[in-house]
């Protein structure tokens, strides 16, 4: 009896203890400093003219406006006893440890909508054990504070509906309709998607969007909000979905919005939207360059399983202008262009060429194109071919090598340089995978992603300078503080006056003169040009690539199969009008100019084939540029019959 009777007193000890602070820590959050809970509204995203094309507060919708059935679904789903508790349900969080433990993995979750609610207000999203108790107290002052109307209210209007912040963007953005208009079965389809927005929202995931929704009105059932005949009844509803928000109907625009949101990720801002009052994210995209890349996919993109990714960027500065991640955010959000890493094929070869130069090579150096075996240590052989099997058995120079996308020359040039030399003028350029310096290297045999590409071509677009790719110049909070701004630097990197020359090197692509054993790559093309550029094409067995670029824009395409299937042989002629259509409706109306030739560069007039200094006999004489000192000597009998050397441009 006195073991009981010690016992109790313990345990009523205990629970005296555990009540003081239990109501002790509420009470004191219902003293502090009430938060501001109603303008942490979170995200707001503009364009480079200001112009605000997401955001996630800016439809506010007052809880007595939004269906009831949205209401009740959300609160059945996420929290049936949210009028119930304070802001943590400790059954529920047992329930769910034990499910977890026996399991041995997470299985359940038991956060309440309040909780969630205080998680949502920091800008990022720790799992540390200070992190937690943080959301604790926050969750504990915004339960002391704040009625449960205006909490669910303030939770409705700022969570996550696959993308799209707000009940109200995201039911005029899935229905194109109020949220107080939503019928039962729309409403069940939303109030499924912040538990895990990227797979349950309709248009992402049609499939387990309805696997999701059965869950919502069986939850609803079972709260008797509704009877199982209406929720059969929504089940069967036949949905329209609408897909974007009225101001931005373009398909592809959200894989930019996704790219804002990761490089957010990485800045070092203030904790939470209660220091902030929500922040206004000021971006880099071009709504004209934007709509231009999406009208150029539309238009030249027809293939259904075809997929691919592109980047439009300013070389001058590093903005990203627009970005597609695949053909259509809605079949398919990963975004290719920042994390597929992909073999680049011949579009690696204007950086072994621009290392080339730098190790006393000119655009006349010639090399024998043959079929060729390389014999390595150890007998070792590495056999490249050239495209259709075509060779000139002759000596070509650079320029065509370049012209034709030759892979003998590259091989040569690559093993007579050394495979290292590659390695360091990429990772100079911008390029940050880890490439091996192999044989093959010298024809894009190693994975790389479109993101970096775009960089290092922008750095011969700059004239040798490295820009730091971005997407975001600066971010301020809602009373206009800056709290971040970029102020990334050019960074010179490669040698200006080979620079040039390689610019110059990449217009040989689409030039008429080169036609002879083989035809210029991009020669298909060169009548839609209005203006000059530096353009090179990359083909593998599964993958077709384009970067080209001038001085003030640089645009770089991918196509393939995600499966690694491989491509058929029309599939790479898309992208390259796809291609001409961006940069040639990006410029339209522009003032845009050729680089200016540096003083310590030489053209001559040579023939473009065999390199040597064009007579009145030579039957296309093409310019080619050299250091001074460099330019090709001539026969002293043939004095008389020389084309004249070009000094300035």
């Given at each position: ?5 010690k016992?109790l007193?313990?345990f009523a000890?205990?629970i005296?203890?555990f009540?003081?602070l239990?109501?002790g820590i509420?009470?004191l ?9 109603s303008?942490a509204?979170?995200?707001?995203l503009?364009?480079?003219?200001l ?5 996630t507060?800016d439809?506010?919708?007052k809880l007595?406006?939004?269906?009831d ?16 508790h ?9 329930k769910s440890l034990?499910i977890?433990f026996?399991n ?5 979750g ?9 998680k949502?207000l920091?800008?990022d999203?720790d ?5 937690k108790?943080?959301?604790?107290w926050?969750?504990i ?6 009625g449960?109307?205006e909490?669910l209210?303030g939770?409705l209007?700022t ?9 109200e963007?995201a ?6 309709k109020?949220a ?8 069940s ?10 797979n ?5 995931n ?6 999701r929704?059965?869950?919502v009105?069986?939850?609803m059932v079972n ?18 979905f609408y897909?974007?928000?009225e101001?931005?109907k373009?398909?592809t625009?959200?894989y930019f919005?996704?790219a804002?949101?990761?490089e957010?990720e990485t800045l070092?801002?203030?904790v939470?939207?209660?220091d902030?009052g ?5 971006t ?11 009208n150029s996919?539309?238009?030249?993109f027809?293939?259904e ?5 592109s ?5 001058n500065?590093?903005e ?9 955010y ?6 290719r262009?920042l994390?597929?890493?992909r073999q680049v ?9 621009y ?6 090579f000119?655009?006349s150096?010639?090399?024998t194109?043959e079929?060729?075996t390389?014999?390595f240590?150890?007998?070792k052989?590495y056999?490249?071919s050239?495209y259709?099997?075509?060779?000139g058995n ?16 590259a ?8 495979e290292?030399v590659?390695v360091?003028t990429?990772?100079?350029?911008g ?5 091996e ?6 024809l ?5 992603t ?9 750095t011969?677009a700059s004239g ?17 503080n800056t709290?971040?701004e ?10 200006s006056?080979l ?6 090197l ?5 030039n ?9 790559t991009?020669?298909?093309?060169a ?7 530096s ?5 593998t067995d599964?993958?077709?690539?384009i970067?080209g ?6 645009v770089?395409?991918w196509s393939?199969y995600d499966d690694n ?8 002629t898309?992208?390259?009008y796809m291609?001409v ?19 310590n560069?030489v ?8 390199g040597?200094?064009a007579t009145?006999?030579t039957k296309?004489?093409t310019l080619f540029?050299?250091i ?11 004095l008389?019959?020389?084309l004249?050397t070009?000094?300035e441009?």
């Amino acid at each position: 009896m006195k073991i009981l009777k010690k016992t109790l007193k313990i345990f009523a000890i205990f629970i005296s203890i555990f009540s003081f602070l239990y109501f002790g820590i509420y009470f004191l959050a219902s003293i502090t400093s009430k938060l501001n809970i109603s303008s942490a509204s979170g995200y707001y995203l503009y364009d480079k003219d200001l112009n605000l094309i997401n955001g996630t507060s800016d439809q506010w919708i007052k809880l007595e406006d939004i269906s009831d059935y949205l209401i009740n679904a959300t609160i059945s789903i996420e929290d049936k006893k949210f009028y119930k508790h304070h802001g943590f349900d400790y059954l529920r969080i047992a329930k769910s440890l034990y499910i977890n433990f026996i399991n041995g993995k997470t299985l359940q979750g038991a956060s309440t909508i309040t909780q969630q609610y205080a998680k949502n207000l920091f800008l990022d999203f720790d799992k540390t054990w200070e992190r937690k108790l943080k959301e604790a107290w926050l969750t504990i002052q915004i339960e002391s504070q704040y009625g449960k109307d205006e909490i669910l209210e303030g939770y409705l209007n700022t969570i996550n509906y696959g993308g799209v912040y707000g009940i109200e963007n995201a039911s005029y953005y899935y229905f194109n309709k109020s949220a107080s208009e939503l019928s039962l079965a729309e409403a069940s389809i939303l109030a499924g998607i912040p538990k895990s927005p990227s797979n349950y929202s309709p248009i992402l995931n049609y499939d387990k969007s309805k696997e999701r929704q059965k869950l919502v009105l069986s939850a609803m059932v079972n709260n008797d909000y509704i009877t199982e005949d209406e929720m059969y009844a929504a089940l069967d509803t036949e949905l329209t979905f609408y897909g974007y928000l009225e101001d931005n109907k373009l398909k592809t625009l959200r894989y930019f919005e996704d790219a804002v949101m990761d490089e957010l990720e990485t800045l070092d801002l203030p904790v939470s939207f209660l220091d902030t009052g929500g922040i206004k994210i000021y971006t880099t995209l071009d709504m004209n360059a934007q709509t231009i890349l999406e009208n150029s996919i539309n238009d030249n993109f027809k293939s259904e399983e075809l997929e691919l990714a592109s980047i439009v960027m300013n070389p001058n500065t590093g903005e990203v202008l627009a970005l597609a991640g695949g053909k259509d955010y809605s079949v398919s959000q990963f975004n290719r262009a920042l994390y597929s890493r992909r073999q680049v094929g011949s579009t690696l070869k204007p950086f072994l060429y621009y290392s080339a130069l730098e190790n006393g090579f000119t655009e006349s150096t010639t090399f024998t194109s043959e079929k060729t075996t390389f014999v390595f240590s150890g007998d070792k052989t590495y056999s490249p071919s050239n495209y259709n099997d075509r060779y000139g058995n002759k000596n070509i120079t650079m320029a065509a090598a370049v012209a034709y996308s030759e892979n003998i020359y590259a091989v040569k040039t690559h093993l007579f340089l050394g495979e290292e030399v590659l390695v360091e003028t990429l990772k100079r350029a911008g390029i940050t995978s880890n490439l091996e310096p192999i044989p093959s290297l010298a024809l894009g045999s190693e994975g790389i992603t479109l993101i970096d590409m775009v960089t290092a071509y922008s750095t011969l677009a700059s004239g040798g300078y490295k820009n730091i790719p971005h997407f975001i110049t600066k971010v301020e909070d809602t009373n206009g503080n800056t709290l971040y701004e970029f102020k990334g630097e050019r960074e010179p990197v490669l040698n200006s006056s080979l620079t040039y020359i390689t610019n110059e090197l990449l217009t040989s692509t689409y030039n008429y003169n080169f036609i002879d054993y083989n035809y210029p790559t991009c020669y298909d093309i060169a009548g839609k040009l209005t203006n000059k550029y530096s353009i090179k094409t990359g083909t593998t067995d599964t993958d077709h690539l384009i970067f080209g670029y001038n001085k003030d824009i640089v645009v770089g395409i991918w196509s393939g199969y995600d499966d690694n299937r491989p491509s058929k042989v029309g599939d790479g002629t898309q992208i390259k009008y796809m291609w001409v259509d961006i940069v040639e409706n990006y410029l339209k109306d522009k003032e845009t100019k050729w680089y200016t030739m540096p003083n310590n560069v030489v053209g001559v007039l040579v023939d473009p084939i065999s390199g040597e200094v064009a007579t009145s006999k030579t039957k296309k004489p093409t310019l080619f540029y050299y250091i001074k000192g460099t330019e090709p000597t001539y026969n002293d009998e043939n004095l008389e019959d020389l084309l004249p050397t070009i000094k300035e441009e």
